[in-house]
């Protein structure tokens, strides 16, 4: 018992952090259960490597998630408010990684998503394969999954872990001396500064409508006529959902920095020209 307890406080110790992962599959998809199960234990080894967490057994996660009430895991199929309630469930530091896997046919769709007690989304992971090289296809996207988590999960320890600084009142202020100041000679730096924003406003909304585009594109490739003539698609509802918000938010934020990025160019630009 003792030497039990005492490995556990030493991977603790070497992960990056000690918040406990449950890896848990969180669909009950028709054809599907094999492939889940190899998926989840794919990403419990490569959480294992990166060192992200304490994994918690599903002999030591199922039983908290019934003693709290929430749902069978398998029956969330994609639901949001059902994910949230099993995460709500594992524990306040706990951390759970939802799979959901779909089969399509020839085709696996393959979403697993990091979710914090308080519903942050840790990260997330998308894609979809053939049948017939899954294991093959999904290595790399599963390892950068489980670095990303990772590397969201130290981050948060440091800055918890970085003691608050205690204020310290600032000295009495002295009345300054009355002198007579020369006009200065008018600067270059305003108009330059403005104009440098502007680019910048620009360039991000540039960025967020090639993110946006990419998201369309991701729908408009998901989608193929079925043998009955009707249109559906490899992409689950969910992820649907997600990159249609995904591109909603990169047009309108597309078009907040490019006008912000041009008024700040015309501005910078009648500086410039008064200089």
């Known amino acids: 018992m003792g030497l039990g307890v005492g490995l556990v406080t030493l991977w603790a110790a070497l992960s990056a952090t000690d ?57 969330c199929n994609g639901s949001r408010p059902c994910l949230l309630k099993l995460a709500e469930g ?11 896997v779909g089969k399509l046919g020839s085709k696996l769709v393959i979403h697993v998503e990091g979710i914090s007690a308080q ?23 599963i390892v950068l999954f489980a670095d990303s988590l990772a590397q969201k999960l130290r981050a948060q320890a440091e800055t918890k872990a970085q003691p608050s600084a205690t204020p310290v009142p600032p000295p009495p202020v002295e009345p300054p001396p009355q002198v007579t100041v020369p006009e200065p000679r008018r600067s270059v730096v305003a108009p330059v500064t403005l104009l440098g924003l502007g680019v910048v406003g620009v360039g991000v909304g540039v960025g967020f ?26 992409l689950t509802q969910t992820q649907l959902d997600s990159l249609t918000s995904r591109g909603n938010t990169g047009f309108t934020v597309a078009l907040i920095s490019g006008v912000v990025g041009a008024a700040l160019l015309a501005v910078g630009f009648w500086l410039f020209l008064s200089n």
Do not use: M
């Open 19 to 75: 918040r406990p992962l449950a890896v848990l599959v969180t669909s009950e998809r028709s054809g599907s259960a094999p492939y889940s199960a190899a998926i989840a234990k794919s990403v419990s080894q490569e959480l294992e490597r990166a060192r992200a967490g304490v994994l918690l057994p599903e002999s030591e996660s199922v039983p908290r998630l019934q003693s709290a009430g929430s749902p069978k895991p398998k029956s």
């Open 90 to 100: 594992l524990g306040a530091e706990a951390v759970l990684i939802a799979v959901d």
């Open 119 to 141: 519903g942050e989304s840790l990260a997330v992971l998308d894609f979809s394969t053939a049948v017939s090289s899954y294991t093959i296809d999904a290595a790399g996207p």
């Open 209 to 234: 409508v090639v993110d946006a585009l990419g998201a369309k594109s991701s729908i408009d490739r998901s989608y193929f006529t079925g043998p009955d003539g009707r249109t559906a698609s490899h």
